[in-house]
């Protein structure tokens, strides 16, 4: 299946939680946050929730700024 | 003096917030931090790349400073309250600088979509710190619905202007002296900070004039200097200004 994470697509085999796909993807799992589809999901929702085809998922995290 | 700047529900000594962006290394902005005596900082919420391991960028702040995340990078209210809502998940903090942007060139704060999305986070327990236009009715609008302060901009967002319009930041002052004003974005020099405190504003957030100047920790002490020099001109009371001259020594009394 395909999801968009941070808007670009990515091509996701079997079922994997989000916890599965920042690990995949070999991302932070410390201060940062993660949005599926416009929604923010809690920390400890990660684990149970299932990626799905066509999801639009954002992981942030945090930059200089002003 | 016991000078305190309160805000919303915290109390701070420095009336200097300084952002994080613009530094030429994590060193020159760590020693700019230490040298504002700044005890708030503010970090922008943003995408985390996907082709390459990140560091933590907050493993570079002051652990004694508080987080004040920004939502710098929206141009609607919908995005800026998704990524204060992202922001609050990730950092465990209320606290928001609310950010919608109207325009690209200028930067310039929608004041209509802020207003919206203060709402929204105001409702949803957030404390709103806004920035906008400096102007009166709206500063009356983002206070009436709950925001415990209001961020007037002296000038455009890194354009290092100064207080471009200082009868604008009089009225406000004046007219809501019970308001927390914070002064964000446009300040160039010190003396631009010293402007905005003798106006009577609480406190000044700036990143660029201290990031972008050669000795950025040399600049952020200036800075510091200028905002109590500014304070306390403010709680001094100034002379009136006058057309013509008042003497210092006496006419009368002098040798003919």
């Known amino acids: 299946?395909?999801?968009?994470?941070?808007?670009?697509?990515?091509?996701?085999?079997?079922?994997?939680s989000l916890t599965e796909l920042l690990e995949n993807f070999s991302l932070p799992r410390e201060r940062v946050a993660v949005e599926l589809n416009k929604e923010v999901?809690?920390?400890?929702?990660?684990?149970?929730?299932?990626v799905k085809d066509a999801d639009k998922i954002e992981i942030v995290h945090f930059v200089g700024g002003g | 003096m016991t000078d305190?700047?309160?805000?919303?529900?915290e109390t701070f000594n420095s009336r200097l917030i300084i952002g994080t962006g613009?530094?030429?290394?994590?060193?020159?902005?760590?020693a700019a931090h230490t040298a504002s005596g700044a005890e708030m900082v503010t970090v922008a919420v943003n995408r985390v790349p996907l082709d390459r391991a990140t560091e933590s960028f907050l493993d570079y702040l002051n652990p004694q400073m508080r987080i004040l995340p920004n939502t710098a990078g929206c141009f609607d209210a919908e995005h800026a309250i998704r990524t204060a809502r992202l922001a609050r998940e990730a950092l465990e903090t209320d606290w928001i600088k609310l950010e919608v942007i109207g325009d690209k060139i200028t930067l310039l704060p929608d004041n209509e979509q802020t207003l919206e999305a203060a709402r929204v986070l105001v409702k949803e327990g957030f404390i709103v710190l806004p920035y906008f236009s400096d102007d009166l009715i709206m500063a009356k609008k983002l206070l009436d619905i709950g925001c415990p302060a209001v961020m007037p901009l002296a000038a455009p967002i890194g354009s290092g202007l100064g207080v471009c319009?200082?009868?604008?930041?009089?009225i406000m002052r004046e007219q809501l002296p019970d308001a927390t004003i914070i002064v964000d974005a446009g300040v160039g020099?010190?003396?631009d900070a010293a402007i905005a405190?003798?106006?009577?504003?609480?406190?000044i957030l700036m990143n660029t004039a201290i990031a972008e100047a050669k000795d950025s920790a040399q600049m952020a002490t200036a800075m510091k200097l200028a905002v109590q020099a500014g304070r306390l001109a403010y709680l001094s009371g100034r002379m009136p200004k006058r057309l013509y001259a008042s003497a210092s020594s006496p006419i009368e009394g002098a040798i003919k």
């Open chain 1, 41 to 50: 999901v809690r920390k400890k929702d990660w684990e149970t929730i299932r």
């Open chain 2, 165 to 170: 319009n200082p009868a604008n930041l009089k």
């Open chain 2, 197 to 203: 405190m003798e106006l009577g504003a609480d406190a």
């Open chain 2, 22 to 30: 613009k530094y030429r290394s994590h060193q020159e902005m760590q």
């Open chain 1, 1 to 16: 299946m395909k999801v968009f994470i941070n808007g670009e697509i990515k091509e996701i085999t079997g079922e994997v």
């Open chain 2, 189 to 191: 020099v010190p003396s």
């Open chain 2, 4 to 9: 305190l700047f309160k805000l919303a529900d």
